[in-house]
């Protein structure tokens, strides 16, 4: 869905290095999550966001940030990269002004591969 | 109880098989629910919402049983590519956060 763009699609690093994966979307939605998912763990929460100025840990949020620069603009950083951050990111998007505040789905960028030597 | 609960599978059933698959959850006040689709290291994709009545799109009907707190997919006349990892979403609506299950995997053998 060309709709959530995420970037790099992927990428090799060391550990100790910073990271910023970033999210951009063109659907106008207003709420952006972050997510990883690791082989027979699912998709497992690490930040949203509900608008600009509203920024919500998730369950996994312990060595990452993020930052919602513009409602279309939600990036993740990983402040000192270390191994078990290895995974496959999600970002996600969606509308919470459409029918019941908070009910409609999400949609997903193509996902960042992250590896960390 | 967990959150939300599928059978990991995997489900094996050839082609033209009818399938189904259920999900469980815990949160009663729950407001809506989906199935989303996932093919392997790739992301997931809406597949259809669940509605209380019901709701059926070509070969794919999705049921919800509030009573008894769990949704269900049903694939009729399954396809080589129907082989995938299902996977259903129970949202509670208003700020809260959605939980999405594990997955089922659903593969359709020749």
């Known amino acids: 869905d060309a709709d959530v763009t995420q970037t790099p699609r992927n990428r090799i690093t060391k550990t100790g290095k910073r990271i910023m994966l970033e999210c951009s979307q063109t659907k106008g939605h207003d709420r952006m999550y972050w997510y990883r998912q690791d082989p027979g763990l699912g998709l497992r929460l690490i930040y949203y966001s509900f608008d600009v100025k509203d920024i919500n840990k998730g369950e996994i949020s312990d060595g990452y940030s993020v930052s919602r620069q513009a409602q279309a603009k939600f990036s993740l950083s990983l402040e000192s990269a270390i191994p078990n951050q290895t995974a496959l990111y999600f970002c996600a998007t969606s509308d919470s002004r459409t029918g019941s505040i908070g009910t409609q789905p999400q949609h997903f960028g193509d996902g960042t591969r992250l590896s960390i030597l | ?110």
């Open chain 2, 1 to 110: 109880r967990k959150e939300v609960e599928q059978d990991p599978g995997p489900f094996n059933v050839p082609e033209g098989a009818t399938v189904a698959f259920n999900c469980t959850y815990s949160n009663s006040a729950s407001q809506s629910f989906f199935w989303y689709r996932q093919d392997c290291r790739k992301e997931p994709k809406l597949l259809m919402s669940v509605y209380s009545s019901g709701n059926e799109d070509g070969r794919f009907t999705a049921q919800l049983n509030r009573a008894s707190q769990y949704i269900s997919l049903l694939i009729r006349d399954s396809k080589l590519s129907d082989s995938a990892t299902y996977l259903c979403v129970v949202n509670p609506g208003g700020y809260q956060k959605v939980t999405f299950g594990t997955g089922t995997k659903l593969q359709v053998i020749p």
